[in-house]
C-alpha cells in the first residue's frame, strides 16, 4: 500500500484499530481520507459523504465494540471509511464493479455492517428494532444510527424518533449535519456544555434528582415538569438549538464539532454509560480535505473519474454527436411546455439536478418545488396541486417511488387526479445495484386503477408522451425511462400527441413477433438486424404503453404469429410481458409467449450492459432466444 499508509495497512477489524493510542487517530484519519481520495478517482463512487465522516467513522469503532455493537449508515452513501477499516480495505478498487462490493451496506457481505441500507431514513427505525431485540434477547450491546440532516427530513425518520422516544431504549442516534458551519465564537462554550452533558457524575447527580422528584407523591409530576423545563430553557437559549429531539423523548447533546477525532472519542465513551434514547448532534463538512468537494458539494457527490492532485473532473470527449440523457431531454422539454402551459409547475424530492429539474428552477423558480427527501409528501402535495387545476410534472427516481405507493393510489388514482409521474432511472441502473434498480414500477403501477403507465423508446417519443400527458383530462400518467444516453442527437423535434394506449410496428416480419417497451427496444432492434441478415424474419412492435395495452395491436400480433418474445427492462412478474400474456389469455389466444426482463431475485451491481447480460436482455441475449425458437428459412407463423 506504501509508506503514506503505515496506520492504515495495520486495521483491518475495530481489534486493530483499538491498539492504536487516541493521538494517533488524527493521523489514522488523515491517511483514511487520502486512501478514499485515492481509489475514487480513478474509481469513480459517492465522495464527498464519506470524506465528511472519516474522523466520526474512525472514532466510532474505536470506542464500540462492534460488530457486537451495532452501527447503522442512513442511506450508505458515507459508509467508504467503514468499509475500509472493517476488512474490506484490499478489495476496495472494486467497490460498485461487477463482481466487487457493493456501494451500500450490505449484510451478505459483512458482519460488520449490521443493516443493509441505499435509501434515506430507514436508519432510526431499524436501529430502534434492533435494540428492543437485543433487549428481548437479554443481550446487551449498543446500537448507534447514523443519519445525515437531509435524510432527517423523510418522514420515516421521526416516524422513528417518534416511537424511540417512547420506548426508552437504549439508542444513540448520530445527526450527521453537513450544512452548518461551526461557530469558533461559541465552540468552546459548546464543547463545554457538551463535557457537563456527557459526565457519568452529572448523569447520576440528575437520575438521582429525578428519582427522588419522582418520590414526592403529590408533587412529583409537577416537579419532575417544572425541572425538565427549565433544563431545556437553559439549553436552548445558551445552545440556542430547538428542543424538537427533546420532545420527542431524546436527550440532546451537542453539537460538537465533527471532525476532532480525539474530542469525539470522549464524547462517546460518555454517552456509553448514558442510557436510554440520545441524540449527538455532529457538525461536518461534506467532502471535508478535498477543496473541490467542499465547495461544490452537489457535484461532488459522486464526481465519476478526476484527478486528485488538480480536483479537475476527467470528462471523456468525442468529435462525434452524443445523445442526450434522458433527464435531460425531460428538464429542457418540461421548460418547453411549461411555457406554452401556464398550469404546468414541476416538484421532485431532493434530486433537482439529478432529474435535470434544476433547468426549469432556474428559469421558473416560482414554479417548480424541491420538497426534500420526502416521496410522499411530493405524490400527495402534487395531488393537491392537480386539484386546484394545475398539472404537476412529478419527478421521483423509480425506486423511490417505491415509497410512494399508497399516495399513488389513494391521493392521486382514486381521485383521478392529472398528476404526471416521471420515473426516472426506469430499470437497471448500474453501479448503484439493487438498492436503485427501477425494476418494479411497471409491475406496481399497472395494478392501480385509472393510471396510465407508459415509457419511451427514444428521446422523440419521451418528448410526445410528456406532451400528450399534460393535456387536459388525461388523468394520471407515468412516465418511465432510463439511467443514461438516449439513440438520437436531433431529438429536439416538433411535439405530436400519441395516442393514449396505442404502440406502433416498426419492423416488418414473418416469423416470430418481437414486443417491447421503453428504451431497451433499441437493442432488440439490434437483435433483430442480426437475425434478418441469418435469415430470421423478425416483427419488431413498440408497445409504447404498459397500461392501457393495444388491443389492436395485440390482436394483429396473436393472429399472425405463434411465438413472441417480449422485452423489457423490468422485473418479469406482474411486468408488462405479463400483461400481454394475460390479455393473449383473456381474448383466446395459444400463442407461445417467451419473456424476457429482470428476473425474480436482487440483481447486484455493475455496469448497465453487464447487468443486461446477466439478465439476458442484452441484443445477444434477445438475438440467442429467438434463433433458438427459429431456424433460418423455416417459417415459424400461424397457418
Known amino acids: 500500500m506504501g509508506e503514506s499508509y503505515k496506520l492504515l495497512e495495520q486495521i483491518n477489524n475495530s481489534l486493530d484499530l483499538k491498539q492504536l493510542e487516541p493521538d494517533q487517530l488524527v493521523e489514522l484519519s488523515t491517511e483514511l481520507?487520502?486512501?478514499?481520495?485515492?481509489?475514487?478517482?480513478?474509481?469513480?463512487?459517492?465522495?464527498?459523504?464519506?470524506?465528511?465522516?472519516?474522523?466520526?467513522?474512525?472514532?466510532?469503532?474505536?470506542?464500540?465494540?462492534?460488530?457486537?455493537?451495532?452501527?447503522?449508515?442512513?442511506?450508505?452513501?458515507?459508509?467508504?471509511?467503514?468499509?475500509?477499516?472493517?476488512?474490506?480495505?484490499?478489495?476496495?478498487?472494486?467497490?460498485?464493479?461487477?463482481?466487487?462490493i457493493s456501494g451500500f451496506p450490505k449484510r451478505t457481505e459483512s458482519e460488520y455492517d449490521s443493516f443493509g441500507t441505499g435509501h434515506s431514513s430507514t436508519s432510526i427505525s431499524a436501529a430502534l428494532g434492533m435494540a428492543i431485540g437485543n433487549e428481548l434477547k437479554d443481550e446487551k450491546r449498543h446500537v448507534v444510527a447514523v443519519i445525515g440532516d437531509g435524510s432527517m427530513t423523510g418522514g420515516l425518520a421521526f416516524e422513528g424518533l417518534n416511537n424511540g422516544g417512547t420506548q426508552k431504549a437504549d439508542l444513540l442516534?448520530?445527526?450527521?449535519?453537513?450544512?452548518?458551519?461551526?461557530?469558533?465564537?461559541?465552540?468552546a462554550l459548546k464543547e463545554y456544555l457538551l463535557d457537563i452533558t456527557t459526565s457519568q457524575t452529572y448523569n447520576k447527580f440528575k437520575t438521582d434528582v429525578w428519582n427522588l422528584m419522582g418520590r414526592l407523591d403529590k408533587l412529583g409530576p409537577r416537579t419532575r415538569t417544572i425541572i425538565q423545563k427549565l433544563e431545556n430553557a437553559v439549553k436552548s437559549a445558551i445552545l440556542k438549538q430547538s428542543n424538537l429531539f427533546e420532545s420527542l423523548g431524546f436527550r440532546y447533546f451537542g453539537p460538537v464539532d465533527g471532525h476532532d477525532v480525539v474530542y469525539l472519542t470522549k464524547v462517546l465513551n460518555d454517552l456509553k454509560n448514558i442510557p436510554g434514547p440520545k441524540l449527538l448532534h455532529c457538525l461536518t463538512v461534506k467532502g471535508k480535505g478535498f477543496t473541490p468537494a467542499e465547495e461544490n458539494q452537489t457535484?461532488?457527490?459522486?464526481?465519476?473519474?478526476?484527478?486528485?492532485?488538480?480536483?479537475?473532473?476527467?470528462?471523456?470527449?468525442?468529435?462525434?454527436?452524443?445523445?442526450?440523457?434522458?433527464?435531460?431531454?425531460?428538464?429542457?422539454?418540461?421548460?418547453?411546455?411549461?411555457?406554452?402551459?401556464?398550469?404546468?409547475?414541476?416538484?421532485?424530492?431532493?434530486?433537482?439536478?439529478?432529474?435535470?429539474?434544476?433547468?426549469?428552477?432556474?428559469k421558473m423558480p416560482n414554479r417548480t418545488f424541491d420538497v426534500g427527501i420526502a416521496e410522499q409528501h411530493a405524490v400527495t402535495f402534487s395531488a393537491g396541486l392537480a386539484a386546484e387545476g394545475m398539472v404537476p410534472f412529478c419527478n421521483i427516481y423509480?425506486?423511490?417511488?417505491?415509497?410512494?405507493?399508497?399516495?399513488?393510489?389513494?391521493?392521486?388514482?382514486l381521485q383521478n387526479l392529472q398528476v404526471v409521474l416521471c420515473l426516472d432511472r426506469g430499470g437497471l441502473v448500474g453501479d448503484d445495484g439493487a438498492t436503485h434498480h427501477g425494476a418494479y414500477d411497471i409491475a406496481y403501477l399497472r395494478s392501480i386503477p385509472n393510471m396510465v403507465v407508459s415509457a419511451p423508446m427514444n428521446e422523440e417519443e419521451l418528448r410526445n408522451l410528456m406532451f400528450t400527458a399534460q393535456q387536459e383530462g388525461t388523468g394520471p400518467f407515468a412516465i418511465r425511462y432510463p439511467r443514461g444516453n438516449g439513440v438520437m442527437t436531433d431529438w429536439q423535434k416538433p411535439f405530436k400527441t400519441i395516442e393514449i394506449g396505442k404502440g406502433r410496428q416498426i419492423r416488418q416480419g414473418s416469423d416470430v413477433a418481437l414486443v417491447t417497451i421503453g428504451h431497451i427496444g433499441n437493442m432488440a432492434a439490434a437483435a433483430a438486424d442480426k437475425l434478418e441478415s441469418e435469415g430470421i424474419s423478425v416483427a419488431h412492435f413498440d408497445m409504447r404503453f404498459a397500461k392501457p395495452l393495444d388491443h389492436e395491436l395485440l390482436?394483429?400480433?396473436?393472429?399472425?404469429?405463434?411465438?413472441?418474445?417480449?422485452?423489457?427492462?423490468?422485473?418479469?412478474?406482474?411486468?408488462?410481458?405479463?400483461?400481454?400474456?394475460?390479455?393473449?389469455?383473456?381474448?383466446?389466444?395459444?400463442?407461445?409467449?417467451?419473456?424476457?426482463?429482470?428476473?425474480?431475485?436482487?440483481?447486484?451491481?455493475?455496469?448497465?450492459?453487464?447487468?443486461?447480460?446477466?439478465?439476458?436482455?442484452?441484443?445477444d441475449g434477445i438475438y440467442q432466444t429467438i434463433k433458438k425458437q427459429c431456424k433460418p428459412n423455416v417459417l415459424n407463423k400461424a397457418i
Open 555 to 619: 390482436h394483429k400480433i396473436g393472429k399472425s404469429y405463434n411465438t413472441i418474445v417480449t422485452v423489457e427492462d423490468g422485473c418479469l412478474p406482474g411486468g408488462f410481458g405479463s400483461a400481454v400474456l394475460e390479455w393473449l389469455n383473456d381474448n383466446g389466444y395459444n400463442t407461445k409467449v417467451i419473456r424476457l426482463g429482470i428476473p425474480d431475485r436482487f440483481v447486484d451491481h455493475g455496469s448497465q450492459q453487464q447487468l443486461y447480460k446477466e439478465c439476458g436482455f442484452d441484443t
Open 173 to 187: 442516534v448520530i445527526l450527521n449535519d453537513n450544512n452548518m458551519a461551526i461557530d469558533p465564537n461559541v465552540g
Open 299 to 362: 457535484i461532488w457527490h459522486a464526481p465519476g473519474l478526476f484527478d486528485k492532485t488538480t480536483g479537475e473532473r476527467i470528462v471523456i470527449k468525442t468529435d462525434k454527436p452524443t445523445p442526450p440523457r434522458y433527464q435531460d431531454v425531460f428538464g429542457h422539454t418540461l421548460v418547453e411546455l411549461a411555457e406554452q402551459n401556464e398550469k404546468i409547475v414541476g416538484i421532485t424530492p431532493a434530486m433537482p439536478s439529478g432529474c435535470s429539474l434544476n433547468i426549469m428552477m432556474e
Open 33 to 100: 481520507r487520502q486512501f478514499i481520495i485515492d481509489i475514487v478517482s480513478t474509481n469513480p463512487g459517492h465522495f464527498g459523504a464519506s470524506l465528511g465522516v472519516v474522523e466520526l467513522t474512525v472514532a466510532l469503532h474505536y470506542v464500540f465494540n462492534t460488530p457486537s455493537d451495532r452501527i447503522i449508515w442512513d442511506v450508505g452513501h458515507q459508509a467508504y471509511g467503514h468499509k475500509i477499516l472493517t476488512g474490506r480495505r484490499d478489495v476496495f478498487h472494486t467497490n460498485r464493479k461487477y463482481g466487487g
Open 398 to 413: 423509480s425506486s423511490f417511488m417505491q415509497r410512494a405507493f399508497d399516495q399513488v393510489i389513494h391521493d392521486v388514482a
